[in-house]
């Protein structure tokens, strides 16, 4: 017997033995959407406030300062910024281009010699200051938003729901989903939070109602 | 090979870490005396409690998504098997490999075969209770290939040449200064200068750790979720090490314990919200990262499931110890428990310490293996309370108490404890002999004349007086003093 049917064979043997448990329904009676609509002033006010909490920097931008948002958080940066392929062209200008037709070009060494990365997202969740990437062609493959130091994510208003299962009912696999909530962090060392670690250690959230896709 | 049903198959023995070479008590009388560890513990398991309680404290709705997350987990191993068939199915389909381990050898076998087949002899890690549980850094460094944990504290551990001792933070049992002197040793390449402020030491293993990120050809990580109607795996982190290993690698290869799937996308708006409050008292942890299969041009373009079982469909089998199956591991049992806050992990000799620990890896192994852990607890009650999917871990310690009872019972020589349960119940089965039996117990007031009780009884009674005293019988018995307040014969 191979050890797939040999474990399968155990479970049905176990769950038999156990007396074959129906499987009970399971209650959804907690808050399955939030009290306010995506990109509501309440909903922003909530996710600015957990993103700050979690040491990160929110610009906020109106419909057509996108560019100039960006580039005051890149003014104290030197070195090359790097964008995923289907990034607006007018909010970076001179940026690193990581290839074309979703194939990234530049290597794991050409990412960790840049300055910072700049990257829309997928969708945005204010109770937990979460931000989604999917991989879409604006937000570029996993490795772009990971080995660069500093990570500028533009969200549009309407992408910021209130609730966890808000989020996850925006995101599908079979797309790669990244969270993030936050710079990166470790607690390893008596508990003391240290910001920073592997990946980027600064996040700038560059908050909009402007649509993304403009240009 | 066959499969021999009515007969459950626990994790095997001499290999992983399930089974402690000493008893509870034993381990933990060292880990008592030893007062560094026990401030670290206290500091650590109460900055840990209070965070959780206000995080938690922040959803009304905290008791529903528990009662959710205990329905779903009792609904998932209803039908197991289905749900790690379509898991199967659609990592399959995605262009991933799934590979199936009775146990800890199936598993470690497979992982060091697919890794050789790479040609590579060295693999970053993510930290992952499976893989140290079937010993797989043992396995691969005896086939020659060096595993470099990547996690700050599993760094720790593992330059240490220690074990660790908590789910999320392992090395909680060191110190800044100790971490440095660790590091100053075993770090190739590390500033002598280097001193022990926690943001110095986390950047020396930033430094350290990147060059073999940027160089690794094959990753080697766990799962926190397998969902079965997408295929789509998790790993939930802080740190970004995660990620990289996830996201950087030619070659991923995830072991998941079989319990870990859960059968819808939809299921995760339960546990993500769970499981980062309980675990380390955040709102969300930083990284959560979810893949499906292998993705062209992103990622990873070889990806490797190995579904691991190592006793989990012998704890299946027992109808309440089954629920230690729903745990997600966010080690919240650990930090409310009065019993692990003073011995801390390494006592109970299993990588799964505290109260999961202690009803966990007794079902794993089979009681016998572990049967001081049930006992390794006050039975409080704290940890069903901070459990996040609502394990009455009480009762399963009272269960496995009675399994263990049962099974000494079957042997030929009784113990000291069933002996004088025997004794006990002949007595007070007579009026006459229990009489008799008080006043007999008078003589033990010649042992504790100077300090009101007893510290020491000889055999069999020292195994009470070995952790407690017992009190100095009282010069008259109850029976004596009613006869003569109130009596009339």
Same mark, same amino acid.
């Given at each position: 017997?191979?050890?797939?049917?040999?474990?399968?064979?155990?479970?049905?043997?176990?769950?038999?033995?156990?007396?074959?448990?129906?499987?009970?329904?399971?209650?959804?009676?907690?808050?399955?959407?939030?009290?306010?609509?995506? +990109?509501?002033?309440?909903?922003?006010?909530? *996710?600015?406030?957990?993103?700050?909490?979690?040491?990160?920097?929110?610009?906020?931008?109106?419909?057509?300062?996108?560019?100039?948002?960006?580039? $005051?958080?890149?003014?104290?940066?030197?070195?090359?910024?790097?964008?995923?392929?289907?990034?607006?062209?007018?909010?970076?200008?001179?940026?690193?281009?990581?290839?074309?037709?979703?194939?990234?070009?530049?290597?794991?060494?050409?990412?960790?010699?840049?300055?910072?990365? #700049?990257?829309?997202?997928?969708?945005?969740?204010?109770?937990?200051?979460?931000?989604?990437?999917?991989?879409?062609?604006?937000? $570029?493959?996993?490795?772009?938003?990971?080995?660069?130091?500093?990570?500028?994510?533009?969200?549009?208003?309407?992408?910021?729901?209130?609730?966890?299962?808000?989020?996850?009912?925006?995101?599908?696999?079979?797309?790669?989903?990244?969270?993030?909530?936050?710079?990166?962090?470790?607690?390893?060392?008596?508990?003391?939070?240290?910001?920073?670690?592997?990946?980027?250690?600064?996040?700038?959230?560059?908050?909009?109602?402007?649509?993304?896709?403009?240009? | 090979?066959?499969?021999?049903?009515?007969?459950?198959?626990?994790?095997?023995?001499?290999?992983?870490?399930?089974?402690?070479?000493?008893?509870?008590?034993?381990?933990?009388?060292?880990?008592?005396?030893?007062?560094?560890?026990?401030?670290?513990?206290?500091?650590?398991?109460?900055?840990?409690?209070?965070? %959780?309680?206000?995080?938690?404290?922040?959803?009304?709705?905290?008791?529903?998504?528990?009662?959710?997350?205990?329905?779903?987990?009792?609904?998932? !191993?209803? %039908?197991?098997?289905?749900?790690?068939?379509?898991?199967?199915?659609?990592?399959?389909?995605?262009?991933?490999?799934?590979?199936?381990?009775?146990?800890?050898?199936?598993?470690?076998?497979? #992982?060091?075969?697919?890794?050789?087949?790479?040609?590579?002899?060295?693999?970053?890690?993510?930290?992952?209770?499976?893989?140290?549980?079937?010993?797989?850094?043992?396995?691969?460094?005896?086939?020659?290939?060096?595993?470099?944990?990547?996690?700050?504290?599993?760094?720790?551990?593992?330059?240490?040449?220690?074990?660790?001792?908590?789910?999320?933070?392992?090395?909680?049992?060191?110190?800044?200064?100790?971490?440095?002197?660790?590091?100053?040793?075993?770090?190739?390449?590390?500033?002598?200068?280097?001193?022990?402020?926690?943001?110095?030491?986390?950047?020396?293993? %930033?430094?350290?750790?990147?060059?073999?990120?940027?160089?690794?050809?094959?990753?080697?990580?766990?799962?926190?979720?397998?969902?079965?109607?997408?295929?789509?795996?998790?790993?939930?982190?802080?740190?970004?090490? $995660?990620? !990289?290993?996830?996201?950087?690698?030619?070659?991923?290869?995830?072991?998941?314990?079989?319990?870990?799937?859960?059968?819808?996308?939809?299921?995760?708006?339960? *546990?993500?919200?769970?499981?980062?409050?309980?675990?380390?008292?955040?709102?969300?942890?930083?990284?959560?990262?979810?893949?499906?299969?292998?993705?062209?041009?992103? +990622?990873?373009?070889?990806?490797?499931?190995?579904?691991?079982?190592?006793?989990?469909?012998?704890?299946?089998?027992?109808?309440?110890?089954?629920?230690?199956?729903?745990?997600?591991?966010?080690?919240?049992?650990?930090?409310?428990?009065?019993?692990?806050?003073?011995?801390?992990?390494?006592?109970? @000799?299993?990588?799964?310490?505290?109260?999961?620990?202690?009803?966990?890896?007794?079902?794993?192994? @089979?009681?016998?293996?572990?049967?001081?852990?049930?006992?390794?607890?006050?039975?409080? @009650?704290?940890? *069903?309370?901070?459990?996040?999917?609502?394990?009455?871990?009480?009762?399963?310690?009272?269960?496995?108490?009675?399994?263990?009872?049962?099974?000494? %019972?079957?042997?030929? #020589?009784?113990?000291?404890?069933?002996?004088?349960?025997?004794?006990?119940?002949?007595?007070?089965?007579?009026?006459?002999?229990?009489?008799?039996?008080?006043?007999?117990?008078?003589?033990?007031?010649?042992?504790?004349?100077?300090?009101?009780?007893?510290?020491?009884?000889?055999?069999?009674?020292?195994?009470?007086?070995?952790?407690?005293?017992?009190?100095?019988?009282?010069?008259?018995?109850?029976?004596?003093?009613?006869?003569?307040?109130?009596?009339?014969?």
């Amino acid at each position: 017997m191979s050890a797939r049917e040999d474990v399968l064979a155990r479970i049905r043997e176990a769950n038999r033995g156990a007396g074959a448990p129906p499987p009970p329904d399971v209650p959804r009676d907690y808050h399955r959407s939030g009290d306010h609509p995506p +990109g509501a002033p309440e909903v922003l006010a909530l *996710f600015r406030d957990r993103l700050v909490d979690y040491k990160a920097t929110v610009i906020d931008a109106p419909a057509d300062g996108v560019p100039a948002a960006i580039r $005051g958080a890149l003014a104290q940066l030197t070195g090359p910024v790097v964008v995923p392929p289907g990034l607006p062209d007018d909010w970076v200008p001179g940026a690193v281009v990581d290839g074309a037709d979703g194939v990234g070009t530049l290597s794991p060494a050409d990412l960790d010699a840049s300055a910072a990365v #700049v990257t829309a997202c997928a969708a945005a969740c204010a109770t937990t200051g979460t931000i989604a990437l999917d991989g879409s062609p604006d937000q $570029g493959r996993r490795a772009l938003t990971l080995v660069p130091d500093v990570h500028v994510c533009v969200v549009r208003a309407d992408q910021v729901v209130q609730t966890v299962p808000e989020l996850v009912a925006a995101l599908h696999p079979p797309h790669p989903i990244t969270f993030i909530s936050g710079p990166s962090a470790t607690s390893d060392i008596e508990l003391e939070r240290v910001e920073g670690v592997h990946g980027p250690r600064t996040l700038i959230v560059v908050l909009t109602d402007a649509p993304t896709t403009s240009a | 090979m066959s499969t021999n049903l009515g007969m459950p198959a626990v994790a095997p023995p001499g290999v992983g870490h399930l089974r402690g070479t000493q008893s509870f008590p034993d381990a933990a009388r060292g880990a008592l005396a030893d007062s560094q560890l026990r401030r670290n513990l206290g500091h650590a398991t109460r900055v840990i409690r209070t965070k %959780r309680a206000s995080v938690v404290a922040e959803l009304p709705d905290w008791e529903q998504l528990r009662l959710a997350g205990e329905a779903l987990k009792t609904a998932t !191993m209803a %039908r197991l098997d289905e749900h790690l068939e379509r898991l199967e199915r659609e990592v399959t389909a995605r262009g991933g490999v799934v590979h199936w381990a009775r146990d800890a050898n199936d598993a470690n076998a497979i #992982v060091t075969r697919l890794v050789q087949e790479t040609g590579e002899t060295e693999v970053v890690k993510v930290k992952s209770m499976a893989t140290q549980e079937i010993g797989l850094n043992e396995a691969l460094e005896a086939a020659g290939i060096a595993a470099h944990e990547t996690d700050l504290a599993e760094l720790i551990v593992q330059l240490g040449h220690d074990q660790p001792s908590h789910i999320l933070v392992p090395a909680i049992h060191r110190n800044r200064a100790e971490i440095r002197e660790i590091f100053l040793r075993e770090m190739p390449g590390v500033d002598p200068a280097l001193t022990s402020e926690p943001r110095r030491l986390a950047m020396a293993a %930033r430094a350290f750790l990147r060059e073999r990120f940027l160089r690794a050809k094959v990753a080697i990580s766990g799962a926190n979720f397998g969902v079965a109607d997408t295929g789509t795996l998790l790993v939930v982190e802080s740190e970004g090490n $995660g990620r !990289m290993c996830l996201t950087l690698p030619e070659t991923l290869i995830t072991v998941m314990g079989i319990e870990k799937v859960v059968p819808t996308w939809q299921d995760l708006e339960v *546990f993500l919200q769970l499981l980062p409050r309980s675990s380390t008292g955040e709102r969300m942890n930083p990284y959560t990262s979810a893949w499906t299969g292998v993705t062209p041009g992103d +990622g990873p373009q070889t990806f490797h499931l190995v579904l691991l079982d190592n006793g989990r469909t012998a704890t299946l089998a027992d109808e309440v110890g089954r629920a230690a199956l729903h745990c997600i591991r966010c080690s919240a049992c650990l930090n409310v428990c009065p019993v692990y806050e003073r011995t801390g992990g390494h006592a109970y @000799g299993s990588v799964y310490p505290g109260p999961i620990g202690a009803v966990l890896s007794p079902q794993l192994t @089979g009681v016998e293996d572990n049967a001081s852990l049930p006992y390794a607890s006050s039975l409080c @009650g704290a940890c *069903f309370d901070a459990c996040p999917v609502r394990i009455d871990i009480p009762s399963l310690l009272v269960r496995l108490r009675a399994q263990h009872v049962d099974a000494q %019972r079957a042997r030929s #020589v009784p113990s000291a404890e069933a002996l004088s349960m025997a004794a006990a119940s002949w007595l007070m089965s007579s009026p006459g002999r229990f009489a008799a039996a008080e006043k007999a117990s008078r003589l033990g007031r010649l042992l504790g004349r100077s300090a009101g009780r007893i510290s020491t009884l000889p055999p069999p009674l020292s195994a009470w007086t070995g952790s407690r005293d017992a009190p100095r019988p009282p010069a008259e018995t109850f029976r004596e003093w009613w006869a003569r307040e109130r009596g009339t014969s």
